[in-house]
Each structure stands twice: as C-alpha cells, then as structure tokens.
C-alpha cells in the first residue's frame, strides 16, 4: 500500500485487505416504536415502505427520512449476494452503531453489541449460504444519561450546547472475507529513541503447540511437520523504498516482535519523523505464512513519533510543541455525527490548517477512522475524547469503562493521536471535588488507559477538577484579554494550586491532589458568536457585529493566553457551527465567517 495515496473508503486503514465490499447505501428501514420487532419475527425478515441510505441515521436530511423525534427501536434489511467458499470466514463490521445492535443472518443471531463509538465485528460464516444471504439489523436506543452519549440530547428538545439525538447506525457498515488464520488486532508502537517500531499482531484461528513441537499450526494441521509451523513476515518501506525485512515464528496468538528500522541512507539518524510540519508515514506489509505460503496479508502504516512531558512542556519527537488546537465537535448540516462524505472530513482538516491551528480536539466524538488517517497523512495533531455519560451509577461505570478500553485499543496506533481526554468537565462525574467513588473511579480510569497505552498523556478531568492527570488543562471563556491576562499572571499559584476559581465556581485541581509541574492549557475559550435577531442561537458572551470587532476580540484573547510563559497551549472554540450553537469560525456549511488569513496571521502570534 501507499499511504499517501488515496486509500478510497477503506475504513479500516491500518489494517487494509483487497477481499471487502462497502454495504453503505440502500436499506429496508422500520420503526418499532413498541419494541415488538423480535416478538413478531423481523429478525427473519420484515415488509416496510421505508428505504434509508445507511449509515445516516433517520434523524438526517441524507438519510433520505429526515424524522427528527424519538424513536427508540428501529430496523434494517438488506440483501447481499454472494459465492461462499469454505477456506474463508466473512466478516461484517459496524463501525458505528447507536445503542444496543443485533445481527441476524438468515434468521440466525450472529452477535449482539453494546455501545455508540467503536468498531464492532460479527462472524457470519456459519449463517451464510451460496446465493442470497438476508441480513437484518436491530438497534436499540434511549435518552438514558447513564449511557455515553456526549452531546446528543437527552430530552425531545435541543438545549444548550447539546444537539438531535443519534439512532442507530452512523458509521460505515462493511463485511470482508478473510482466511481461517488471519490478522485480528494490530497494535504499533513507535519507539524513535531506539530507532525501531514495537509490532503487537493478535491472530485468529490458530492452537498451542502440537506434539511435535510446531506452535501455531491451525487445527487441522496439528502435529504434522514442520512445513506447517506458522511465522510472520513484514516488510517496512519508506517511499517506494524497502526499509526493512523480518520474519518471526508464530508461537501464539499474540505475536510481539521489535523491529529496528534505522536506515542511514534515508536521513543521518536513521530515521523519518512523523510531526506536524512533515509527517512522515512508513508503509508496512505483513503476512502469515505456512512455509512459503502466504496465509493472511495486510497493508498498513506507522509514524515515528514520541510524546512526552519535561519541565512543564510537552515534547513532540523531544523538543517543545505549542499547541494551537481548535475545538472540533464534527457536525454537519445534512448528517449531523455522520460526515457527508470523506471530503468533507478532508476539507475540515485543510481549513484547520489553513487556520493557522496545528491541532483539535475532537469534543465528545470519537471520529471515524478515515479522518484519523488523513490527520495521520496532513501532520494534525488529535486529542481524543471520549463521549460523556451525565450520572454518576453502577451502570454508567461499567458501560462508560468497557467501550472506553476498545477506543482506546482500536486507534492507538494513529500518529495524529498525541493525548487521550476520558473526561471533560466533571460531566459523568458530577460530584468529583467531594465525592471519593467518583475520584476514584477517575484514577481507575487514568491508570486503565495507562496499561494499555503508556506513551501518550491522558487527561483527567479536562476543564476543571482534575484528579490525576498529566496536563493541567483549563475552561475559561473571558471575553477580554487584559482580564484574562491579569487573572493568570496575579493569581497563577492560586490557579494552579486549585484554592483560586480560574472559571467563576470552578477551582482547576480538586483538593488532596495538588499541582505537580504538568504543562498548562487553556483548552476551551473564545465562542464567540455573532450578532442574530433568532434568539434560539447563542455563543459564548457578548456577541459580535461584524468581523473587524470579531478579530479585535480574538486578537486580544489569543495574544494574552500567547503571552503568558506557562501556558504552554490552547483550544480555541470552535470550528463550525452547530445547530443552534453559532460561535464556528466557519458555518455549519463549512464557509468562513472571516478571514482565514486573519485568523493564521494572529495565531503565529504576529503583532504580540
């Protein structure tokens, strides 16, 4: 594969076979307002007048539906055509389903799923048949608080900052035909200080060590000799350029191996660096092989990077990064969660950049992994937030911790990636300063996204109230600079010692755990919003008249947050409108409401 080419709508880029077909388009579509659907049977098949054009949901313009009130039981249909072979498994992918999913294949459960953001994978091999094959799809969802949800709404109205609820699938449906041995997981871990990438391969289908000694033989190959032993073959290339060659023996189903990848005809310390200024990408192939057969094989990428914290700075590739981010809740006007197309999630990128901002925020979304490859592929840095639940319970604990750990695992290895934020706000954790099950279920959190990535910083509880956290990270919409500036510099010990409210009730460190040196960011201000005669339409503040008092205003903040030393970033809100929330740099539409070159201009800080 070529990273920088275009690799069209595959959805999952760092794992890239040529057997796959895209399921998105037409599908039989119902209500089932009274939750009835399995009583009556429509899990073998059900007769509708209503088509949806997955994977907008019915709530959408482009769904072809365009309801917007509250169904909480809705269905799909749909038929695919096929030639079954018997050396393959086929699997179907939902890359985002909002709630509680079902799968039935010819009237056979494969697999039910619990959860909105993540990636979830159904066997269908045994339900399927040579011809035509019905699949159907059931979605459960509700208004319930105790489920991650971030900003959809959770009453029949919009309110505030929170937006039309999303039902049902939102992300790409797609099935892929692999073999009975074959890639799983794949976890990549750049380690740039010693020139080489860690490579984690989960693989499926294969057994302990047979009698004869040959370790991951498949089933039907136990103990016979030693051609059937598996091993596991890479290639890295840089530029059309073998980097790298390696074969290891598969002893298990998790494969771990570290690869030196230093090539001092590519550069004179060995290696191309991935940063925001030129990002880099190795390509990687890799394949299981049985002796000199070729099993399972994948394409797939990597940047080398590092991230890390020193003397109060965050460190890309160890030397200092100011962070200019930008706060991106991906919205649209026609598809709400769902991007229209992947133009439109390549367009967002190019106007951040064109911005003047060297990041986002992606704020209560965890976005497809098509954006993360073109972030990966344009140098713009992501920090990855999860959705909020908004109670504090036995359920919304577990519920928010088990799809939390697959966010985690599923896009770990994305570069653009540099900072995972499970909490914002206290949202979910709405007692945090006084309540010690929910400071500890913040550390849990924290030490638990530790485990499985060390390598990046996680913040806890972004805003406000922190616990543990590795960034200081802190709200604070003041529309006036010289305020601001006064705030932070007067009162800095205060702030960071959390005795002193940065943001009206709201102390920065809850109390028993104290400043410890992280790096400080003022990660929301700004919203501001433009003058409308529709009062339903707000942003944060006074609002403005026309761009010249627009850019006064953003000048004057952006350069007081610019000037203090140990602020070491900010996350300015926000990109684009949102429904009734009007305080975008763009509109919905994606149209700039100023100058672009304005707004890069005061970001590279010129006139400070």
Not at 56 to 74: A, P
Not at 465 to 475: A, G, I, N, R
Not at 542 to 548: H, I, T
Not at 574 to 579: A, E, F, G, L, N
Request: hydrophobic content about 35%; aromatic content about 12%; proline content about 3%.
């Amino acid at each position: 594969m070529a990273t920088k080419s275009y690799i069209k709508d595959y959805p999952r880029p760092q794992m890239v076979r040529d057997d796959f077909e895209l399921l998105n388009g037409s599908w039989d579509f119902a209500f089932d307002d009274e939750n009835r659907g399995e009583e009556k049977g429509w899990n073998a098949g059900f007769d509708s007048d209503l088509v949806i054009q997955v994977p907008f949901t019915y709530e959408t313009k482009l769904s072809g539906i365009c309801d917007e009130t509250r169904h909480d039981h809705v269905w799909y249909q749909r038929k695919i055509t096929l030639e079954k072979a018997e050396d393959k498994q086929y699997i179907l992918h939902l890359e985002g389903s909002d709630y509680l999913t079902k799968v039935w294949v010819n009237g056979s459960l494969i697999g039910s799923h619990e959860g909105a953001y993540e990636r979830a994978s159904y066997d269908m091999t045994n339900a399927l048949k040579t011809g035509v094959n019905r699949i159907v799809i059931g979605v459960s969802d509700s208004f319930s608080i105790s489920q991650p949800r971030g900003k959809q709404r959770w009453i029949n109205n919009n309110f505030g900052c929170w937006y039309v609820q999303t039902t049902g699938i939102w992300k790409t449906v797609w099935m892929e035909a692999v073999p009975k041995v074959h890639f799983d997981e794949l976890k990549i871990t750049p380690d740039i200080d010693d020139g080489a990438v860690e490579i984690t391969a989960a693989i499926k289908g294969i057994v302990g060590c047979a009698d004869a000694g040959i370790c991951g033989a498949p089933a039907d190959n136990e103990g016979t000799n030693d051609k059937a032993a598996l091993s596991l073959y890479g290639e890295i290339s840089f530029d059309g350029k073998t980097v790298k060659t390696f074969c290891e023996n598969i002893h298990k189903n998790l494969t771990e191996l570290k690869v030196d990848i230093r090539d001092y005809e590519l550069t004179e310390w060995g290696l191309k660096l991935w940063d925001t200024y030129d990002p880099n990408l190795y390509d990687m192939t890799l394949e299981i092989r049985r002796g000199d057969e070729c099993v399972d094989k994948i394409g797939s990428y990597f940047g080398m990077r590092k991230v890390s914290i020193e003397n109060g700075e965050v460190l890309l590739n160890n030397r200092p990064i100011y962070q200019k981010l930008i706060l991106d809740q991906g919205y649209f006007a026609d598809s709400h969660l769902t991007p229209p197309s992947e133009d439109a999630l390549i367009e967002d990128i190019d106007k951040i950049h064109q911005l003047g901002f060297n990041g986002l925020r992606k704020h209560m979304k965890i976005e497809d992994e098509r954006f993360l490859y073109h972030c990966d592929v344009k140098g713009m840095l992501v920090w990855s937030e999860m959705a909020a639940c908004y109670e504090f319970t036995d359920e919304a604990v577990r519920k928010f911790t088990d799809e939390w750990v697959q966010i985690v695992k599923q896009n770990y290895s994305h570069p653009c990636i540099i900072t995972w934020t499970p909490f914002n706000e206290s949202w979910g954790v709405p007692q945090i300063a006084r309540n010690e099950k929910q400071k500890k279920f913040t550390e849990a959190i924290y030490n638990l996204t530790k485990s499985i990535d060390d390598t990046r910083p996680v913040i806890v509880n972004d805003g406000w109230e922190h616990t543990v956290s590795d960034l200081l990270t802190l709200h604070d919409y003041e529309e006036d600079g010289d305020v601001f500036k006064k705030r932070y510099v007067d009162y800095k010990d205060e702030i960071l010692n959390g005795t002193y409210c940065h943001n009206r009730a709201n102390l920065a460190i809850v109390e028993g755990y104290g400043y410890k040196g992280q790096p400080v960011i003022i990660s929301e201000y700004g919203g501001i919003a433009f003058s409308s005669k529709d009062d339903n339409q707000w942003g944060y503040g006074n609002c403005v008249s026309d761009e010249e008092a627009f850019l006064k205003r953003y000048k004057k903040i952006t350069h007081a947050i610019m000037s203090i030393p140990y602020i070491k970033g900010f996350c300015y809100t926000q990109v684009s409108d949102v429904q009734q929330e009007v305080n975008g740099l763009m509109t919905i539409d994606r149209k700039f409401k100023v100058n672009p070159d304005k707004i890069r201009e005061i970001n590279r800080g010129i006139g400070l």
